[in-house]
């Protein structure tokens, strides 16, 4: 049960563009106990594409093809894979009838671009044939080709709803695959690495998986068997062991994002929050508003960019802010109580702090972040450390905040400035 990833485009090889869809695709097919042997990324370059295709056809099961499928003239993968594989082009009256829907409900002109984009080699069939995104799959000499297009979030759908399932259920394998998914917060890179060592002569052959998402990292235990119960045992204890060693930096056993996790704490202790936003500009918020019913807990946030904000909607001190600065542990109380007042809240959660590129400084460096948390306990502030660019500093910056509501309202300690 082995096979091999190739993806298609300039965009790659040159560096432009990072190779999402081969590490997507190998840490699912790994996790799900299959074997990836290689992964090759070609130009748009019809003989190198046509070599890995045959080398592929000779050394593996299946192949997952990515990229190159579309209107455009570098679109040719299936121009390609026909005469790679030795299959005459032919019209799909199927995809040729999607692209028909398509064309009449944007009232445009059929052209022979679009009409290209129904092309396949003989004998392949559509993925996905019901919905807006496809791709097609081909039976060749035993082996399983799969071509889906480029687009990362295109390609991680059809892989979960339609390659892996087919992949798996073509093969002769044990009947049953579970897997859970472990979401971490907090908890660096080299320390899962070591976790994970620590684990591999107690596990067996459950399969663990690791997949940095920014800003989270995220945790894969799989495992193959003859029978449900037996699997699930196995899971529970290896679940139990790594939550044990990274104890409440996990933060969710079951694929839910913080801000529904934290939703489900507020609510469970009927708590309400309120937020004041200055570095992180409303993420926090709409984060939070992400979440149906969250009106039940959320009670508000104020945006407070400019020092003047502060002043005139938090009741900020401008002595505070004169004093110790709009990025300050001071300014960030301020700011938490404020908003937990001014909305009547049980919870007030401040951010103020530098996202870069500039306005560091040698004591105040980009990145450098204030978190506060106030509620009848008293208020708490926090001061951190982000890397990385304006963007990263602002997802880090939410993060932990959330990640602030949730401990709080779970007993667990902060987290340590990273």
Not at 56 to 72: C, D, K, M, Q, R
Not at 204 to 210: E, I
Request: hydrophobic share 35%; charged share 25%.
């Amino acid at each position: 049960m082995h096979g091999e990833i190739i993806t298609i485009g300039n965009e790659l090889v040159s560096g432009r563009t990072q190779d999402l869809n081969s590490w997507y695709a190998a840490g699912r097919l790994t996790a799900s106990g299959l074997k990836v042997i290689r992964v090759t990324s070609v130009g748009d370059d019809e003989k190198r594409t046509g070599d890995a295709l045959k080398r592929a056809l000779n050394s593996s099961h299946f192949v997952i093809v990515t990229g190159g499928l579309g209107s455009t003239t570098d679109d040719m993968t299936c121009e390609i894979a026909a005469d790679a594989l030795d299959r005459p082009l032919c019209i799909d009256d199927q995809m040729l009838e999607k692209i028909e829907q398509y064309v009449r409900a944007r009232k445009m002109q059929m052209t022979e671009p679009l009409k290209k984009m129904a092309l396949m080699p003989e004998g392949a069939r559509m993925i996905n044939p019901k919905g807006a995104t496809c791709g097609f799959s081909l039976v060749t000499g035993g082996v399983n080709f799969y071509f889906l297009p480029g687009v990362p979030d295109q390609t991680r759908y059809l892989i979960d709803t339609f390659v892996l399932p087919d992949i798996l259920g073509r093969y002769e394998t044990l009947p049953v695959m579970r897997q859970r998914i472990m979401k971490l917060y907090g908890l660096n890179e080299p320390r899962i690495a070591e976790i994970f060592r620590s684990l591999e002569k107690k596990i067996g052959k459950v399969v663990l998986g690791f997949y940095p998402h920014f800003p989270e990292n995220h945790i894969t235990i799989s495992l193959r068997g003859k029978d449900e119960p037996t699997i699930s045992k196995t899971l529970d204890r290896v679940e139990t062991a790594i939550s044990e060693m990274v104890g409440a930096y996990v933060f969710s056993h079951d694929g839910r994002e913080m801000e529904e996790v934290v939703g489900e704490i507020l609510l469970k202790n009927k708590k309400t929050l309120s937020v004041a936003e200055s570095c992180t500009g409303g993420l926090i918020g709409n984060r939070l508003t992400e979440v149906a019913g969250s009106s039940q807990y959320f009670q508000g946030g104020v945006v407070s960019y400019s020092n003047r904000a502060k002043v005139d909607l938090l009741r900020v001190s401008a002595k505070t802010i004169d004093t110790h600065g709009a990025v300050s542990p001071e300014t960030a109380r301020e700011m938490a109580v404020g908003v937990r007042t001014s909305m009547h809240a049980d919870l007030g959660l401040a951010v103020t702090g530098i996202a870069g590129p500039d306005g560091g400084s040698r004591d105040k460096p980009v990145g450098t972040v204030h978190i506060a948390l106030s509620s009848e306990r008293g208020t708490f502030t926090e001061k951190y450390r982000f890397w990385g660019r304006r963007k990263q500093v602002k997802l880090n910056s939410a993060m932990m905040a959330l990640d602030w509501v949730r401990r709080y309202l779970n007993g667990d300690p902060f987290i340590p400035g990273i």
